[in-house]
């Protein structure tokens, strides 16, 4: 079975910092797809980044970036110049393609003014 | 362009009771998936349905259903409920089929509190 781990619980930087979130995932597939999802206090998850296995260009998008390492099956987002309107629960996510995400126990990231 | 849609946002209910949730996907979508959060089991798939037809099923006991209609539009079910059900639950919908590894929304959940 697939599995997803992230290994931080919480973390805290201060605001303009560069903050790192770790996430590991165990497959034994080729092709599969890696997100990082933000879930806010209003709860609602916010697609942050994805990622094709089958590209090894990293995915970014602003200030938000990853490093994929496939063979050591590492997926870790960076966030650059960070806001304080970053400061929530950060989910590493896994699938093959279908709907069936698998998610690991986040990360709760807190920027500090 | 409406992102996804959950109702209720907020309910409570008794132990044995059962409670109907309903998604609307964002428009044109129509694959639609369930997952369950709780502080204890984090983020668990419940079902994922494409077409009507469901495509994929967590590992949940059976009281936990759910159905697509020809809108897209999905419900999902709880009889019998539990004090461990309390929980929030989020719906998602994709483009595309479920093999295509489509960008995947969510909704806002529907939070359930049993009693």
């Known amino acids: 079975a697939q599995t997803v781990t992230q290994s931080q619980p919480e973390m805290s930087v201060q605001e303009a910092e560069t903050v790192t979130l770790s996430c590991t995932y165990d497959?034994?597939?080729?092709?599969?797809?890696l997100f990082w999802y933000k879930q806010p206090p209003s709860r609602q998850m916010i697609l942050v980044i994805r990622?094709?296995?089958?590209?090894?260009q990293n995915a970014t998008e602003n200030r938000f970036s990853v490093n994929f390492q496939k063979a050591a099956k590492s997926f870790s987002l960076k966030i650059s110049d960070s806001q304080l309107g970053d400061t929530a629960m950060y989910f590493c996510?896994?699938?093959?393609?279908?709907?069936?995400?698998?998610f690991g126990q986040g990360t709760r990231l807190t920027i500090n003014p | 362009k409406a992102g996804v849609t959950q109702t209720p946002r907020y309910l409570i209910k008794t132990r044995g009771q059962q409670v109907t949730l309903s998604c609307s996907p964002i428009s044109g979508h129509r694959s639609v998936s369930w997952y369950q959060q709780t502080p204890g089991q984090g983020l668990q798939f419940l079902f994922e349905y494409f077409s009507e037809t469901q495509r994929n099923k967590g590992n949940f006991p059976g009281r936990f259903s759910g159905r697509q209609f020809s809108n897209s539009r999905s419900e999902m079910n709880v009889s019998t409920l539990e004090l461990g059900d309390s929980a929030l639950y989020l719906c998602?919908?994709?483009?595309?089929?479920?093999?295509?590894?489509?960008?995947?929304?969510f909704g806002e959940g529907s939070w359930l509190t049993v009693v």
């Open positions: 990622q094709e296995a089958y590209k090894q």
């Open positions: 996510a896994f699938t093959q393609g279908a709907q069936k995400l698998v």
């Open positions: 998602a919908s994709s483009a595309q089929a479920p093999s295509s590894g489509n960008t995947i929304y």
């Open positions: 497959t034994s597939e080729n092709n599969y797809y």
